[in-house]
């Protein structure tokens, strides 16, 4: 069975300033990991996912996250948060036919 | 918390068939909930968007006549692949928001369907 935790359910950013948003998995083989964004009123957006090629992906909008096994972490950073980073993100495991969803962090950036 | 459920889980038709996927808010209303497909070791692709008594929002690329989606109650959508084909084979989720104020929503997921068509 697999399994992930988004560590914060609310991270409050200042415009500007770096962004973490984490995620911890849990899974019995080499599974592919996802962030998705999802807006207001919006379908969930691919932001970058790792299926175990490099393990520092990047991905739009300047977010990237870097897969660490050893701490089965993918946390998600963007080095300068912009207004319109305000969203819910969702860390995502995937092992071969089962998908297993975060329960989503929301991402409040103040002006 | 709000619970999305899905049925069936897990189906399996024969080519030419169509198949319903009900998507359920079980303790909250929702005028949108969304559709989605996922192939193994793929991403999430969103589909529509389902509108509760209008017409359902398709995402570019997603053939209408053949993803028919009906979202005829504040608790329940579905989706009926028409004609199904096994191309059409893959795991399709639905999710519903939560609203919260000041435009925040919270996304509850179902727990999808499995379609695999013979």
């Known amino acids: 069975a697999q399994s992930v935790t988004q560590l914060d359910s609310h991270v409050s950013v200042s415009e500007g300033t770096p962004v973490l948003l984490r995620c911890n998995y849990s899974s019995s083989y080499s599974p592919s990991l996802f962030w998705y964004v999802q807006h207001p009123n919006k379908g969930l957006q691919l932001l970058l996912k790792y299926t175990s090629a490099a393990t520092l992906v990047k991905g739009i909008n300047g977010f990237e996250a870097e897969f660490k096994k050893s701490e089965t972490s993918f946390h998600l950073t963007k080095p300068s948060a912009h207004m319109s980073d305000a969203a819910e993100y969702f860390c995502v495991v995937s092992d071969q036919d089962d998908m297993r969803f975060g329960a989503g962090t929301r991402l409040t950036v103040k002006p | 918390g709000a619970v999305v459920s899905q049925h069936p889980s897990w189906v399996i038709c024969k080519s030419g068939t169509s198949v319903k996927i009900e998507c359920r808010s079980l303790d909250f209303q929702a005028t949108t909930m969304f559709w989605y497909r996922q192939f193994p070791k793929q991403s999430l692709m969103l589909m529509a968007t389902s509108n509760e008594g209008s017409k359902a929002t398709y995402e570019q690329g997603v053939e209408k006549d053949k993803f028919l989606i009906n979202h005829a109650s504040l608790t329940l959508s579905t989706l009926t692949v028409t004609s199904a084909h096994p191309e059409d084979s893959s795991f399709y989720i639905c999710?519903?928001?939560?609203?919260?104020?000041?435009?925040?929503?919270?996304?509850?997921f179902g727990p999808g369907t499995r379609l695999t068509v013979l």
């Open positions: 999710s519903a928001p939560v609203r919260g104020g000041w435009g925040t929503d919270t996304q509850y």
